[in-house]
Every structure is written in structure tokens, then in C-alpha cells.
T-cell receptor, first 115, second 114 residues
Framework: DQQVKQNSPSLSVQEGRISILNCDYT??????FLWYKKYPAEGPTFLIS?????DKNEDGRFTVFLNKSAKHLSLHIVPSQPGDSAVYFC??????????????FGQGTILTVHP | DTAVSQTPKYLVTQMGNDKSIKCEQN?????MYWYKQDSKKFLKIMFS???????INETVPNRFSPKSPDKAHLNLHINSLELGDSAVYFC?????????????FGEGSRLTVL
């Protein structure tokens, strides 16, 4: 039972346009949501996160939107750059002080930004 | 200077062998983790240690034994390797128990069991 799902295995976008990566989850106990970015032969690196009490968090070109009622979050990258080409993982963390770094990850979406 | 480093990066071995993967972090964090990325690309937590104490053990077979000699190191020893153990193993660290989920990952160790 996969509690975090990224239904698009890949996404291809032109440089300068918007990239939208989607993620759905099923567990209502998730309280914190994160996006990680991974280049080949490297470990995932933290990109941006959002608490369940918010519906939007922005950091430069990256914005994460959370729709709790739909159990859906999305990552918007605008404008997209070729250096953004990577695998993007959505992850979720349980509520409060019990998470202990126990993240549940989606399968990842391969983003390719064409020059 | 790598923040979270794992050795070896690649490991090819035969079924039934015993192998270890080492992890060290120089971030001064007090919590370390092992995650496994399987063939379907899902990253799943295996173990978590806080101040050398085991706090998460996610129903991993007891052939897997983590050891944390100090806060900066978390090693993973695997006995009697099986084909299904082939995966990429990621070590990670965080300060505190990472309620916000921000972990720092190593580059991964790709284990292939033949």
C-alpha cells in the first residue's frame, strides 16, 4: 500500500516555462510534506517543505501548494532551467514529535528541462 | 568536504556472503538513518538512531544489523545476503529527530547480490 504516489514518472518542459510536479497521499496522519531533488549518482537533497497548516510555501523559483482536502500537493518551478533536470521525490512525515525522520517517499518524477 | 559519506559506493557480492556499509557525517547531527531504494525506486526507511540509540526499526529482517559507535557514524551490516537485498542504500542524518523531515543524504551505496 503506497501512501505517497507520484503518478507521472516523467515530465518534459521547455526552458523558461513552468514545471508542475504532482503528488497524492492517502494517510491523514501526515503532517509535513517535502520535496527532494536527486541528481544521478547523488543522494536526495532537500528542496522545499510545507506544514499541513499552510496551503502554500514559496522559495525563490520553487513553490509548493498543499490541498489537504484532496490530499494533494504540487511543486511549481518557474521559470524552469536546464539545471533543474533531476528526479523529484515527494515525501511526507507523520504528525508532531513522533516523526523521527520517518519519511514516506513517492516513486519520483524525472524532470527534463530542454534548452 | 562531503557532509554525509558512505563507503563503499558500489558493492557486488555473492548470495550468502556478509557485507558492511559504513556511513559517517561531519555535520554534527545527532540522528542518523538508513534508507533503502528498491528496484521500484521507492525510498523506504530501515533504521533510525538518535544519540547512538535505536529509535526506528521498520520490520527489517534481522540479517540487517545497524551499529552506531558514536553520533557521527552509523554502519550497516548484512548477513547471509539474498538476491532481494540488491538495492541502493542511503545513509542520512538530521539534527534532532527531524520533525520537519529535512534529512541530509549520502550519495548511496549500490549493492548487487549475484
Amino acid at each position: 500500500d503506497q501512501q505517497v504516489k507520484q503518478n507521472s514518472p516523467s515530465l518534459s518542459v521547455q526552458e523558461g516555462r513552468i514545471s508542475i510536479l504532482n503528488c497524492d497521499y492517502t494517510n491523514s496522519m501526515f503532517d509535513y510534506f517535502l520535496w527532494y531533488k536527486k541528481y544521478p549518482a547523488e543522494g536526495p537533497t532537500f528542496l522545499i517543505s510545507i506544514s499541513s497548516i499552510k496551503d502554500k510555501n514559496e522559495d525563490g523559483r520553487f513553490t509548493v501548494f498543499l490541498n489537504k482536502s484532496a490530499k494533494h500537493l504540487s511543486l511549481h518551478i518557474v521559470p524552469s532551467q536546464p539545471g533543474d533536470s533531476a528526479v523529484y521525490f515527494c515525501a511526507a512525515s507523520p504528525a508532531g514529535g513522533t516523526s523521527y525522520g520517518k519519511l514516506t517517499f513517492g516513486q519520483g518524477t524525472i524532470l527534463t528541462v530542454h534548452p | 568536504d562531503t557532509a554525509v559519506s558512505q563507503t563503499p559506493k558500489y558493492l557486488v557480492t555473492q548470495m550468502g556472503n556478509d557485507k558492511s556499509i559504513k556511513c559517517e557525517q561531519n555535520l554534527g547531527h545527532d540522528t542518523m538513518y538508513w534508507y533503502k531504494q528498491d528496484s521500484k525506486k521507492f525510498l523506504k526507511i530501515m533504521f533510525s538512531y538518535n544519540n547512538k540509540e535505536l529509535i526506528i526499526n521498520e520490520t527489517v529482517p534481522n540479517r540487517f544489523s545497524p551499529k552506531s559507535p558514536d553520533k557521527a557514524h552509523l554502519n550497516l551490516h548484512i548477513n547471509s545476503l539474498e538476491l532481494g537485498d540488491s538495492a541502493v542504500y542511503f545513509c542520512a542524518s538530521s539534527q534532532g529527530v527531524a520533525n520537519t523531515g529535512e534529512l541530509f543524504f549520502g550519495e548511496g551505496s549500490r549493492l548487487t547480490v549475484l
